[in-house]
């Protein structure tokens, strides 16, 4: 049982000292929850106590199922932007239909994580790669924060305009600019880094709600103009039965799947970072199934799409939290609120959420693996730079579209011209490198010793014989063996298999002998299945490549020598 449901692994050894760090964290983070949720809750389209309903029963199946003990679970900004992108094409945020089905993609992402967890499906996210992940998410977050706008300065805003198009109306409509909101966003802004800055142990978060909440009701801002969030409904949330429609799941496919993938890989990052640091691990597929039944059980209980956040985690972990039970913690506070403090919301300014949304994505842009790639790689730097404006101007959907479309043809691409080399023995040594790394590594003419580093199978086969044909060109008619060094072939399907024996004819014409070096058993056993061997000479797998020189001074070249002196004397 332990090992699907992990806190039955250390509750049974909890002890006083793991409750008091886990009730200072979870307090801490449940107190950042609670504005965050209502303000991702705002940026999903939704209202903003679903927010609060995502902070709840999705935190009591995690803390159960997941094996990351600081995960800070609940609703982010950038699934709750997707999940604007993708149901607002089909309904109007806020609207009834547009919760409904905002719910049911929350249902529909629990399905698949789950599914995905239990058939072990969480190497399926490597198809997305770092450069890919990082362009999308950066691009998201400044879409994000310019939806964040119109909130911030208190000017209409269409909800579907483009980036470029906010700023233009910001600009346009500069005069007019509510001056409340403008103060009270802006304000809330800079005390929050002020006080990240000065006393990061205290709730920036929090601390501007109750400021903002004051102002407004003290000074009547909402007469000038200032717009606020009002009633809140309070009580828990009831259970109810999701509408599953296939018409409505098949509409919203590109969502679910986009959403299932980029909040497993936004989770399983800062899950691992901290486990890491933390000195323990994380199972993939188990926090598939964690992230999956969160997802699945909170849909029930009208919870949006929803994971493990950054600040959240990053607070968790330096709070003191050590369990999952600082998650359980956090939801009884978010409960507590729902049932006895939603009235104290009412004068909550959206200037306020809106500068929660825009200093929480900030840390989203990631400038540093920008330079990181501009230094390293410049290659995935453009393939991060596609992703980018693909993202920003193009769409959310289109961005993620790019992004797999890009990592999938990165990995045909490289998979298709893997590294080879001609290698030669490092002095009187059994060891034998690159000679473009080595120069001295010593070769002879007519000896070739190539090495293929990856799975030979049809995508890269037309490289193999091209890079081994230009190697074997090098030495010229000289040339009287080649061995193939296998050592980095751990596979080969069938189409390698018939390339590979094309290779052995050709060879055979030219009377060059082939041999194959450091081959793994399982590649051999393929290869004596479909009868290579019998193509081959009668020794032609070797150890290593020593033996096959050994092999080839001690029986090729004596066997030559001989039929030329038999030749020599038939004359």
């Known amino acids: 049982m332990k090992r699907y449901i992990p806190m039955l692994d250390w509750i049974t050894r909890y002890s006083k000292d793991d409750f008091r760090g886990d009730l200072n964290a979870g307090l801490t983070v449940g107190v950042m929850l609670i504005p965050q949720g209502m303000a991702y809750a705002v ?87 770092h450069p890919v992940l990082s362009g999308f998410v950066s691009a998201a977050a400044i879409i994000i924060g310019a939806s964040q706008i119109g909130n911030l300065f208190g000017i209409a805003i269409p909800r579907d305009s483009a980036v470029y198009e906010i700023v233009a109306v910001l600009f346009s409509n500069f005069s007019d600019i509510n001056i409340p909101a403008a103060a009270t966003g802006l304000g809330a802004i800079a005390l929050m880094l002020i006080i990240k800055k000065i006393r990061p142990a205290v709730p920036a978060a929090i ?95 009208q919870a949006f799409p929803t994971t493990g956040g950054f600040s959240r985690t990053a607070v968790n972990a330096q709070s003191g939290g050590r369990t999952t039970m600082s998650s359980v913690i956090s939801a009884l506070l978010v409960a507590a609120t729902l049932l006895f403090l939603t009235p104290l919301f009412y004068y909550l300014p959206m200037a306020i959420l809106a500068a929660i949304i825009i200093l929480a994505v900030v840390s989203l842009f990631d400038y540093k693996e920008i330079g990181f790639l501009w230094r390293n790689d410049r290659k995935d730097l453009v393939l991060l730079g596609i992703t980018f404006f693909v993202t920003l101007f193009a769409g959310i959907e289109q961005g993620i579209i790019a992004g797999v479309v890009l990592s999938v043809v990165m990995v045909t691409f490289n998979s298709a011209r893997p590294h080879t080399a001609e290698v030669g023995r490092i002095g009187d040594s059994r060891i034998f490198r690159n000679i473009n790394r080595y120069p001295d590594a010593v070769t ?52 390698g298999m018939h390339v590979l024996r094309k290779v052995i004819g050709n060879l055979k014409e030219r009377r060059i002998h082939f041999v194959i070096a450091g081959i793994h058993w399982p590649v051999r056993d393929k290869l004596q299945k479909c009868g290579i061997p019998g193509t081959m000479e009668d020794q032609s797998f070797f150890l290593d490549i020593e033996d096959a020189l050994k092999y080839y001074h001690s029986e090729i070249l004596a066997d030559a020598e001989k039929s030329s002196e038999n030749a020599t004397h038939t004359n």
């Open 207 to 301: 601390t501007v709600v109750v400021l903002g909440i004051m102002a407004a009701w003290l000074f009547n801002l909402e007469d000038r103009g200032l717009r606020i969030i009002g009633e809140i409904p309070s009580g828990l949330p009831v259970f109810e039965t999701v509408a599953v429609s296939l018409s409505d799941i098949t509409l919203l496919w590109p969502t679910i799947l986009a959403i299932s993938f980029i909040s497993f890989m936004e989770s399983i990052a800062v899950a691992k970072a901290i486990a890491t640091k933390k000195g323990y691990k994380i199972d993939a597929n188990q926090e598939l199934i964690g992230l999956g039944a969160a997802n699945l059980a909170g849909s029930f209980f």
């Open 43 to 129: 940026l999903a389209g939704l209202p903003p106590v679903y927010g609060l309903y995502a902070s709840l029963v999705p935190l009591f199946i995690y803390a159960g199922l997941g094996t990351s003990r600081h995960l800070g679970f609940g609703p982010v900004a950038l699934l709750s932007l997707l999940v604007l992108a993708g149901v607002s094409e089909h309904a109007e945020p806020g609207t009834d239909r547009f919760i409904q089905l905002a719910i049911l993609t929350a249902f529909s992402v629990g399905v698949v994580q789950l599914l995905m967890g239990l058939l072990k499906g969480g190497f399926l996210v490597n198809f997305l790669s």
């Open 444 to 495: 002879s003419k007519d000896v070739l010793i190539y090495r293929f580093d990856a799975v030979l199978y049809f995508a890269n086969t037309e490289h193999f014989e091209q890079t081994l044909e230009d190697r074997m060109s090098e030495h010229g008619d000289a040339l009287r063996l080649v061995i193939l060094d296998a050592s980095s072939i751990n596979d080969i399907d069938s189409t």
